[in-house]
């Protein structure tokens, strides 16, 4: 394959002079099904996109697997309603709480949103950024922004901060906007979808 150049998010393939219009290949990283109805709504018809599945602050087993079957009926029911032949796709990370206790040990007592937040974000979002790199994505984002209680800029800075780091490029995107969480919330109920009631690690449920 010769040059691509990107346009308007739609690449363009120079295959023997003859050009072939295909989407960027984007891996989102996803929290939960709930919160990526939305974000996969709006990127879908713009990017080929792949669902991340790396949660290790849900620590409780079963809460996991629970979350981990809505977010592949979303994408079941994406792949059912759409006529494109780039279905959404799947991958898992591995499930290492573990290493998210080791990760925020001793911010154990920080407020939801605190400092014990910002080093969950980062080591999922760092670990999108790798898998996004060693897989040729070009580019990676997370739906960690469409919900009203995480921190937008925060996001940001730690996802662009890992564009950088891993040389793959990050979509910038809040989409809390143009009512994303309310748009998520009724792509929920339309789907018949488990949506959870706290963010995934023990200590949201003490907040909570």
């Given at each position: 394959m010769g040059r691509?150049?990107?346009?308007?998010?739609?690449t363009y393939?120079?295959?023997?002079?003859?050009?072939?219009?295909?989407?960027p290949?984007?891996?989102l990283?996803?929290?939960?099904g709930?919160?990526?109805?939305?974000?996969?709504?709006?990127l879908?018809?713009?990017y080929?996109?792949?669902?991340?599945?790396y949660?290790p602050?849900?620590?409780?087993?079963?809460?996991?697997?629970?979350?981990?079957?809505?977010q592949l009926?979303v994408?079941?029911?994406f792949?059912?309603?759409t006529?494109?032949?780039?279905?959404?796709?799947?991958?898992?990370?591995?499930y290492?709480?573990?290493?998210?206790?080791?990760?925020v040990?001793?911010?154990?007592n920080?407020?939801?949103?605190?400092?014990?937040?910002?080093?969950?974000?980062?080591?999922?979002?760092?670990?999108?950024a790798?898998?996004a790199?060693m897989?040729?994505?070009?580019?990676f984002?997370?739906t960690?922004?469409v919900s009203?209680?995480?921190?937008?800029?925060?996001?940001s800075?730690?996802?662009?901060?890992l564009?950088?780091k891993?040389?793959?490029?990050?979509l910038d995107g809040?989409?809390?906007?143009k009512?994303?969480?309310k748009?998520s919330i009724?792509?929920?109920?339309?789907?018949?979808?488990y949506?959870q009631n706290?963010?995934?690690?023990e200590f949201?449920?003490?907040?909570k």
């Amino acid at each position: 394959m010769g040059r691509a150049s990107v346009e308007n998010n739609l690449t363009y393939a120079d295959l023997g002079g003859e050009k072939e219009l295909a989407h960027p290949k984007l891996l989102l990283h996803s929290c939960c099904g709930p919160c990526s109805t939305a974000v996969i709504e709006r990127l879908m018809n713009e990017y080929e996109v792949t669902v991340f599945f790396y949660n290790p602050n849900i620590t409780d087993r079963d809460e996991y697997v629970k979350r981990r079957h809505a977010q592949l009926s979303v994408i079941d029911r994406f792949n059912e309603m759409t006529e494109c032949t780039n279905k959404i796709g799947f991958m898992e990370g591995r499930y290492e709480p573990d290493a998210f206790y080791e990760k925020v040990k001793g911010f154990e007592n920080e407020p939801e949103g605190g400092k014990r937040c910002g080093l969950c974000f980062s080591m999922r979002l760092e670990e999108t950024a790798l898998t996004a790199r060693m897989n040729g994505f070009d580019t990676f984002t997370t739906t960690l922004t469409v919900s009203p209680h995480k921190d937008y800029e925060t996001i940001s800075r730690i996802g662009n901060m890992l564009a950088v780091k891993y040389g793959v490029g990050y979509l910038d995107g809040n989409f809390k906007k143009k009512d994303g969480f309310k748009r998520s919330i009724e792509l929920s109920k339309q789907f018949g979808i488990y949506r959870q009631n706290y963010c995934g690690c023990e200590f949201s449920v003490w907040d909570k």
